[in-house]
């Protein structure tokens, strides 16, 4: 596979952030056959078999804006690595009403489970009030140097009314003023938005999508992961159930 197929103008390392180590739950999306599993895009695991993203990762550009019919990536040409360890996808799960921006969500099955990761958990409703989230991607920086797939990054923003457009009505939204401040960035796409809640424990609330000016000031739109906790868990059933 080339590398250009696995390129998305609309992918979204985080700019502002720092590298971590921490977050082993969050990894990235490579391809198959690169000698080095370099990510272009970021994803959580929900279950030991069950990767969650954004939709939009799972398309070349051409299938996504000029196919009537848009067809995503063969699985086999797909890895999810998650500090350097590979592993295969068996399966592809794409929300079946998917036009990017809305329900720019979707889940990889894995071929086999990563064991020794504990799964992120699922927020159950919308955050309220404004809080501040934390966003975790191997994005571009936003400096000079193109870095994608690199580092893991994490960054802190704070969360904010959506503007009142249909088309982001099952998103979570933040507002960046300037250049340069906290925001993702290419190669962020489908990396998580959590929420740290005063017992310590840590909430997945939100799918990295994409934004008005990608990695510069302004809006910031992002899939809202307490409206699709339910077509979740459906896929993760189903799977389980086809699973021999």
Request: charged share 15%; glycine share 12%; hydrophobic share 35%.
């Amino acid at each position: 596979m080339q590398h250009w197929l696995l390129s998305s103008v609309i992918l979204t390392q985080i700019v502002g952030g720092a590298i971590t180590d921490n977050y082993p739950e969050v990894g990235g999306i490579t391809g198959t056959k690169w000698v080095k599993p370099t990510p272009f895009c970021t994803g959580t695991l929900i279950f030991p078999h069950v990767f969650l993203t954004a939709a939009h990762c799972l398309f070349s550009d051409q299938q996504l804006f000029e196919s009537n019919d848009p067809q995503p990536y063969d699985p086999s040409l797909l890895q999810v690595v998650f500090a350097g360890q590979r592993y295969g996808v068996q399966s592809l799960h794409v929300h079946p009403h998917f036009n990017y921006p809305l329900n720019d969500i979707a889940l990889l099955v894995l071929v086999d489970p990563v064991l020794g990761i504990p799964p992120a958990r699922l927020a159950r409703l919308t955050p309220r009030n404004h809080p501040e989230v934390t966003i975790v991607g191997f994005g571009d920086s936003g400096g000079p140097v193109e870095d994608v797939g690199a580092y893991k990054r994490e960054g802190t923003v704070e969360l904010r009314r959506c503007p009142a457009d249909p088309d982001y009505r099952t998103s979570i939204c933040w507002y960046t003023r300037n250049d340069g401040d906290t925001n993702s960035c290419f190669g962020d796409s489908g990396g998580p938005v959590f929420v740290t809640r005063r017992t310590g424990v840590r909430y997945l609330v939100g799918i990295i999508s994409g934004g008005d000016n990608g990695c510069l000031a302004g809006w910031n739109y992002n899939t809202d992961v307490g409206e699709y906790r339910g077509w979740v868990y459906g896929e993760v059933a189903r799977i389980i159930a086809d699973t021999p």
